[in-house]
């Protein structure tokens, strides 16, 4: 067990067995189920850390690829890591830059001693392995991090997928032998693709290398979102119950109440910050597109319901006129709402879990 | 006399001459000399509201023909005016449009009536007077308003510019007939070009018809700095020394201290801002372009002994990182740093002026 880091459970949802629980990392605690925005770059995209902070976002995730690329973890280790970086002092969690790697870089070869890529900056030539991995994240020094993976693209075929699920416990097993660091916790990544057994074979090959945490990845692909919940239902009775469950890359609202529903304790998704920028805001009553000429004259909030600072402050109209002048503002007011509104709702599924009504709260979130 | 407004002098410094005062208004009061952001299109580009008021803006300067463009002012005026429109609840000062006409729009026809132009951003036709200028301001509601005006470019014959200030005379007066709210305070303009004999006889016009306030515009339009220091001095004696003096998109820092001794009470100037966008920074050791390479591994912050946001938590590495990777949280740290480093600018002229001692203060100001 690394120092300084626990998860507790607290309760189970007597209608869906959604799981309630701290988790507890040197930076501070985090109350699960929770919802990480990301912070690619070694910054949420328009979002001061200060008003991050106030909107109550407890963990937050930055791109291990990105930042080997640029700045490069060198630097950020200079800096006094990631932290000190970006002065962001609640916890942080890193990916370990595999489904990066495979969807942005220009993958040349893969073997089973790692990837060879080209930076999707400038096309220079990289190589990552297992052991890499580990080491630009020990360098930039997030609390969590993520073992190597390869995730196999939507559609595969089975024999693709079970070489690459083979490849990712292979892995997996190399970075937790090259992890040294105590002061963070390393998880390890379910793999198998949209097939039941390899993700149950995966589920149990990654539960007997005892990681401080379990991590679901190759969903949200692309697949239907059905798709993505059977196979959540197919390993939830395996995953390990005493530690926490990490579901990589999922953030609309109703997959996060779904995954939920399914025993998930983490999430992260881009949704929420990107969809601001393209002036998209997530709201109670349904998604919201702030260009449309439907806002022109609407002197109501962004979503009567927020308490966000945006909501409290300004119109839909002057958002709308923002988004039409191009100004940066749009992006900083709707990013942080579509951010607030996102840890909003996962305080409401705590709280609903609490009260044994997730089955009924779920019903409510409609899109 | 507008309702709730007053100007008070307090002091004037024995050294140069530099004006200390009171502007009140009926949003809030303004220590004077003093610096007003710009907030064209109805915010300060990359500044939260809130954030503005925290590095202690008092006023901001919003722009009559980007406004009038879109969203509208009819728009604005539904919505409250602009205070509610942008959350903004200390004065706001709008321009009359007439040197963004000239300068922006494509100028069709200047009759003694008014100016044909059209819109730079569609190019449809559109056509200002003094009193239409008035209705626009009128429907925005800032606290503070200004005269139509013909702004004459650098360089411009004695003839062209004799015969645009004689206009901007007239129109000044139509302004003033034209003008019915009485919560607002109308501000002349001042012109004449690089001609003191103008300058002076212009001073004269608009000081006679009695304004609030009177400005000086057709300066910082391109001429050297030594050139608008002259024209300064030519009818610095003949200002009417009760009223507020209000020198027209003015900002950089030895711009602001040069004024100041010039008996300027009140400037603008996008460069703060803008500058900020371009990762500029003004700092109390010169400007630094983040951007360089020279800052790749500066773990120091911006400047040393600013106390902003950005300064107190983050370095010129971090921030040379964001410009780096074109992350929108670059131009908001920036920006708020150049801001507050010209307010604080501001506020240390007003201390060396209670303290007679600005000539002195100014020869530290060095660029």
């Not at 892995?171 to 090259?178: D, L």
């Amino acid at each position: 067990m690394p120092n300084g880091f626990s998860f507790k459970l607290l309760k189970e949802c007597r209608q869906t067995g959604a799981r309630l629980g701290v988790l507890t990392t040197p930076h501070g605690i985090i109350k699960t189920p929770c919802f990480m925005p990301v912070g690619t770059q070694a910054t949420v995209k328009a979002v001061m850390p200060k008003d991050l902070a106030d909107i109550g976002a407890e963990i937050i995730l930055s791109n291990t690829y990105h930042l080997y690329l640029r700045p490069g973890d060198a630097l950020v280790r200079s800096a006094g890591g990631l932290h000190s970086f970006m002065s962001w002092d609640r916890p942080i969690l890193t990916d370990s830059g595999g489904f990066q790697v495979f969807s942005l870089g220009d993958t040349n070869r893969i073997t089973d001693d790692g990837v060879e890529f080209r930076s999707h900056l400038d096309g220079s030539k990289h190589y990552f392995t297992p052991e890499k991995a580990i080491e630009i994240q020990e360098n930039l020094g997030a609390d969590i991090i993520m073992a190597f993976d390869e995730c196999a693209p939507y559609p595969a075929s089975r024999e693709y997928t079970e070489q690459a699920m083979k490849r990712t416990h292979e892995w997996a097993k190399r970075c937790k032998t090259a992890h040294k660091r105590d002061d963070q916790a390393l998880f390890g990544i379910i793999q198998g693709g949209m097939y039941k057994d390899l993700r149950l074979e995966s589920t149990k090959a990654i539960t007997d290398m005892d990681f401080f945490g379990v991590a679901v990845g190759g969903l949200s692909v692309g697949e239907p979102k059905e798709l993505m919940y059977e196979m959540l239902e197919a390993i939830r009775d395996e995953l390990p119950k005493e530690k926490p469950h990490y579901l990589m890359g999922v953030g609309s609202p109703d997959c996060l109440v779904n995954g939920v529903m399914r025993g998930i304790d983490m999430f992260d998704c881009v949704l929420p910050t990107r969809a601001a920028r393209n002036g998209l805001a997530l709201t109670s009553t349904g998604r919201k597109m702030l260009r449309n000429a439907e806002y022109k004259n609407d002197f109501s909030p962004i979503d009567e319901s927020c308490d966000c600072y945006a909501c409290r402050n300004f119109t839909a109209a002057y958002i709308r006129h923002l988004i039409k002048a191009e100004e940066i503002l749009a992006a900083q007011l709707i990013t942080l709402h579509n951010l607030k509104f996102t840890l909003n709702l996962m305080e409401r599924i705590r709280e609903a879990i609490l009260s044994d009504s997730l089955a009924d709260f779920a019903l409510s979130v409609t899109y």
